[in-house]
C-alpha cells in the first residue's frame, strides 16, 4: 500500500473530530465533503453560518453526517471562549473587550475548540498567512510539554513510476524557522524523525545535509550542522543519522559509496534535514514541482495539540490530506495524554 493510502485509511479508523477555520473557502467546503465521504474525519467548518450553509449545500454536502457549522460571531461558546482568552493573554495586556473581539477570529475560534477538548485539530491557511496560524496555534494550544521548538516539515511523497526510490520522506524544516542554529537543528531532527514514524511507521534514518560531505568542505555553515549531528546523537542515542553530507550521498546508494562509503544511511534517508529555510523551501517545491512528488504540508510540530497550516496555492485534496495528517497526530496526542 502506498504511504498516502496508509495515512488516508489509518485516519479513517479514527473518529477524530477537526476545524477547518476557513469554512467558507470552496476549496475547504470541497475537502470538507470528502473527507466525510472517505470517514477521514468528522469536520467543524468555522465562519458566516448562512454562506457556509449555501455553499455547502451547492456542493452536494448538506445532507453530509459529520459536518457541523459553527459560527464565531454568533456562538453559545462565546462567553467561555472569552473567558480563556483572556486568561491566556491578560500577560501580554488583553482586557474583556480585546478578548470577547478575539474569538470572533474564525482562526482563534478553531484554536479555542481544540484547546477546550470540542475538536482534536484545527487546520487554516488556506487564505491566511503562515505567521498567523502559527501564532495563533502557539498563543491558544500552545506547545507539548516536551518541545523547546515548534518547526515544520513536509511529507514528501515519491510514489510515481519514475520515482527510482519510492516511499515517504520528510524535508524540514522547509516552512518555519528561518535561520535554525545548530541546537535548534538538532531539535528540528529530532521532532521530524518522530514525525514520520508517527504518519506512515517507517524507521527514520535521518540526513543532516549540508554543501560538504564528511569534512569535505571547510566553513563556519558546515560547523553548525556537524554540531547539530553530535547533538542528534546525545539526545537520541539510537537513532540512524549522519552529517554533515550532501543530499546525493544521503539519498542515492551509488553516490553513498563513493562519497561516505562507512554512513549508517547507505544512500537510504528518509528524513532530510536542512540548514534553513532558504534550501529546504527552495528543496520541496523543485521535488514536488519538477520531480512531481506529493508535497504535503506544511505540517507543525511541537504543538500540545495539532494545528496545521496550509499553502495558499493548496487544492482540496491538499486539504484532505493534511486532516488525515492531523488525524494522525491527534492519534498520538491522545495516547499521550
Known amino acids: 500500500m502506498k504511504p498516502l493510502q496508509i495515512l488516508l485509511a489509518n485516519a479513517a479508523k479514527s473518529d477524530h473530530k477537526i476545524a477547518l477555520s476557513e469554512g467558507s473557502d470552496p476549496r475547504v467546503i470541497e475537502a470538507a465533503i470528502m473527507a466525510r465521504k472517505q470517514k477521514v474525519a468528522r469536520i467543524v467548518l468555522v465562519g458566516d453560518a448562512a454562506e457556509i450553509c449555501c455553499k455547502l449545500a451547492a456542493a452536494g454536502g448538506g445532507a453530509l453526517d459529520g459536518i457541523e457549522i459553527h459560527d464565531p460571531t454568533d456562538t453559545p461558546l462565546a462567553e467561555q471562549m472569552a473567558g480563556i482568552y483572556l486568561e491566556l493573554r491578560k500577560h501580554k495586556g488583553a482586557t474583556s473587550e480585546a478578548a470577547a473581539a478575539a474569538v470572533q477570529n ?3 475560534f478553531a484554536a479555542l475548540l481544540v484547546r477546550m477538548g470540542l475538536a482534536d485539530g484545527t487546520v487554516g491557511g488556506a487564505a491566511t498567512p503562515t505567521a498567523e496560524i502559527v501564532r495563533t496555534a502557539i498563543q491558544i494550544i500552545g506547545t507539548a510539554p516536551n518541545a523547546r521548538l515548534v518547526s515544520s516539515f513536509f511529507l514528501m511523497l515519491f510514489c510515481k ?21 545548530a541546537r535548534e537543528m538538532a531539535e528540528i531532527a529530532c521532532a521530524s ?12 534514518r535521518v540526513a543532516m545535509l549540508s554543501f560538504s560531505t564528511r569534512g569535505s568542505a571547510s566553513h563556519e555553515k558546515v560547523t553548525k550542522v556537524v554540531e547539530a549531528t553530535q547533538l542528534v546523537r546525545e539526545m537520541a542515542p539510537d537513532m540512524i543519522v549522519d552529517g554533515e553530507i550532501q543530499f546525493d550521498a544521503a539519498f542515492v546508494p551509488d553516490v553513498a559509496k563513493s562519497k561516505s562509503p562507512d554512513s549508517p544511511l547507505a544512500g537510504a534517508a528518509n528524513v532530510f534535514i536542512f540548514p534553513n529555510l532558504e534550501s529546504g523551501n527552495i528543496a520541496y ?15 507543525l510540530q511541537g504543538l500540545a495539540k495539532p494545528a496545521n497550516d496550509l499553502s495558499r496555492g493548496c487544492t ?22
Open 106 to 108: 474564525p482562526h482563534v
Open 285 to 299: 517545491k523543485v521535488a514536488q514541482r519538477i520531480g512531481g512528488a506529493v508535497a504535503i504540508g506544511p505540517i
Open 316 to 337: 482540496a485534496e491538499d486539504i484532505l490530506h493534511i486532516i488525515a495528517v492531523t488525524t494522525a497526530q491527534a492519534d498520538q496526542s491522545r495516547s499521550h495524554s
Open 193 to 204: 524523525a518522530s514525525s514520520l514514524n508517527q504518519l506512515v511507521g517507517d524507521t527514520p
Open 161 to 181: 513510476d519514475h520515482h527510482e526510490t519510492k516511499g515517504a520522506h520528510i524535508f524540514a524544516d522547509a516552512g518555519l524557522v528561518i535561520e535554525p542554529n
